[in-house]
């Protein structure tokens, strides 16, 4: 399995933007989907957006219009872009990638560490 590393969580403040990145230890042209889940304490995991190969988009109702899902394959990274965010967007966001939607949307395929985002009233 490919190898996930996230970073750019952090602290902001409601309303504000954070830029999450996931860089892949292979190529993300053989990757068919990479996206995005987040989960908070007691509830769970939750998909946030996914992106294809060929860059069709897929979001939650609850982030649409608000987030923006990209990838580079040259640079094997995918990007979650957050703007407007609200409280209720806390969360530890995990970055994921698999030849399929089933394989995504099942939650069977390659997993970051996680990176926590904290949005502050």
């Known amino acids: 399995q490919v190898q996930l590393v996230e970073t750019g969580g952090g602290l902001v403040q409601a309303g504000g933007s954070l830029r999450l990145s996931c860089a892949a230890s292979?190529?993300?042209?053989?990757?068919?989907?990479m996206g995005w889940y987040r989960q908070v304490p007691g509830k769970q995991r939750e998909l946030v957006a996914f992106?294809?190969?060929?860059?069709?988009?897929n979001y939650a109702d609850s982030v649409k219009g608000r987030f923006s899902i990209s990838r580079d394959n040259a640079k094997s990274t995918v990007y979650l872009q957050m703007n407007s965010l609200k409280p209720e967007d806390t969360a530890v966001y995990y970055c994921?990638?698999?030849?399929?939607?089933?394989?995504?949307?099942?939650?069977?395929?390659?997993w970051g560490q996680g990176t926590q985002v904290t949005v502050s009233p």
């Open positions: 292979a190529s993300t042209s053989s990757i068919n989907i």
């Open positions: 992106i294809s190969s060929g860059g069709t988009t």
């Open positions: 994921t990638a698999g030849r399929s939607t089933v394989t995504v949307l099942a939650g069977r395929g390659s």
